[in-house]
């Protein structure tokens, strides 16, 4: 049964003008009775947002910390869901900022009290983020990893009962049910593309499945993140052709939280994988069936040249620091075997057609087969296009994979995601460049928009004092940065540019006695890293991917240490940025470390209440290009200290 509106309102009256009259007396009213700020900007905010809802049209919501933007869009989009009868979907950066909202006393729990309502908030999540019992159950027969097994004996019983009735299945296989597991660790026992999910045995028991039936039926909010949101535009079409139900249903609605990290998600959804064992994998198992001996010849030359192909990228691929995407040469030699795969796969999809014409195999197996054949190609497309692609290797202890990504994702979606008549909002801190959103708004396909911008309510000049310092050797900044959390007795979040970075300091820092505990991301289930920290008021959060979504108010987070200018990595991704840009440094680094610097400069000061030190480290060379930059970007009432902390 729908959930009913929580405001009245009769036949003869307009829904939004009872929306209005409804969100007013919430901002003005209910939620000041329940301790809250009367806040100016929120209720701005709100009155702005409105329009969007009222015109099915997108809008730039740029709000300061401390605005109550949250409140704001969820507020806008419960009421638009239960008038629609179709979901929102609140679309978040990444799995920590889901976790945000949905947390014991996070807003979404807030809302519900101040109101008296109960929201059917429901999570999506990437496929990543489930354990694969294709993976885990021979592995748990053969390690003597403690933290895997004991995963594997938490597993429900009907899991592995082949006779189980639907009817005794409940949800399970979340990553946040196994919090004590290690991100090395985890990689291990959870999806990856390699898996073939249509012709799994485990398939109908399996934890990612009834997930996603679960959240299909919410009724008020499905939250996922950005690159789950664009894999399900992405896939749909495909999804619906196999007899598939798209990964997310309909929605009223939809809510780009951090909006400003859509393009990467964008871009990232529409990656090409190719891992170097799947594509053998498919074409031993066409092998296996009654083909005929052309096809045969074509396979054995295909693989040949693939082999050939992945040994070359290989060989030639280097590392790039701050980053898992391995730089691989656009050689002559790598694009002739390429071109030269993707004629060969052709004349197999050829092939493919006269096979199952022939009846020679079966409809389903020249289902799979073709569409992984397609899937290659097109892949193999986007490379040879010259200057469409970006690509690069990844590689583990088990697995190469060769990546290709499409430079510009704009024309996607223009046509797949922003043609739709719904509402779309982005809200973020930090979306403009000076109060500019055409920049934002070009690179992902959207060409009518409204915006705004609010600042900040607080007083950062009794809230925040910042310091910035400069780095002479390595050795002498850990030495300065132990001061620091020694002078505040933990309380800190370190953040660090790179997982190396991070993982230097943690080397360092083992050689030492401390009087607190130190938290590195990576070594449990972030939600559950991030609950430890704010429990332990005297503890130290080291990270390299939280600049954006951590929300610790209070004691525990008094402190925040940037340990490097965060600019973006020597990765295949921004060098191609870089490559296309008149003035890489003014047009590609600057903007993201600036982005990201304001970002983490936020996770400092997220009530009016709150009192913290801030501190930012660079090297000379730095100090002296982007001093004044750096100085933009932090609350004007901090600006004059920084610069003569120095």
Known sequence: MAKSLPFTISKTENFFDRLGDFVGDVFYDTLPEQG????????????????AFKNSSTIFAEAGVGTGKTFVYLLYAICYA???????????????????????????????????ISIDVRLAKAREQYVCMKKLDPLAHKTDDEDILRVHDEIPDFVYEQGS???????????????WVPNDAWEKISWDPIQQCSTCDWRHRCGQTLNRDYYRHAEDLIICSHDFYMEHVWTKDSRKREGQMPLLPEASCVVFDEGHLLEFASQKALTYRFDSQTLATILTEYMSQDVREESLLLIEDILALHDEWFDLLKETATFVEGSNRKEVPRSKIMMELATKINEKVQSLLEQLVFDGDMFTIEDYHVKIIEEYLEFFSYGLAVLLEGNQGVFWLEETELESSFVIMPRLVEDVLK????????????????????????????????????????????????????FG?????????????????????????????????????REWSDQNTWDFSIFYEGDREISELVKKFQDDHSSVLCSYNLWEGLDVPGESLSQVIIASLPFPPHDPVFQAKRKHANNPVEEVDMPYM?????????????????????????????????????????????????????
């Open 165 to 179: 009735s639907m009817q005794t299945f409940e949800r399970y296989g979340d990553r946040k049910e196994y919090p």
């Open 36 to 51: 809250y700020e009367l806040r100016d900007e929120q209720i701005y905010m709100a009155f702005q947002i409105e329009q």
């Open 415 to 466: 046509k797949e995601v922003f043609s739709q008549s719904i509402p779309f909002i982005f809200s973020s801190a930090t979306m403009s460049q000076a109060g500019d959103f055409s920049y934002i708004a070009d690179s992902l396909g959207i060409e009518r928009y409204d915006s705004f911008t609010v600042k900040s309510p607080f007083d950062y000049e009794q809230q925040m004092r910042v």
């Open 594 to 646: 600036i982005l990201r610097l304001r970002q983490g400069i936020g996770r400092l000061i997220r009530t009016s209440t709150d009192k913290g030190t801030l501190h930012i480290w660079m090297n000379k060379t730095q100090k002296e290009a982007y001093k004044n930059d750096i100085q933009q970007t932090l609350p004007e009432e901090t600006r004059g200290r920084f610069s003569a902390s120095f």
């Open 82 to 116: 239960r008038y629609k009868r179709k979901p929102a979907i609140i679309s978040c950066a990444d799995e920590t900022l889901i976790e945000q909202l949905v947390k014991e006393k996070g807003d979404i729990e807030k809302l519900e009290k101040a109101l008296g």
């Open 469 to 505: 310092h400069v780095q002479e050797t390595e050795e002498e900044k850990w030495h300065e940065i132990r001061n620091e959390l020694l002078e505040s007795n933990g309380k800190s979040l370190v953040l660090f540019s790179s997982k190396e970075e991070m993982t230097q300091f």
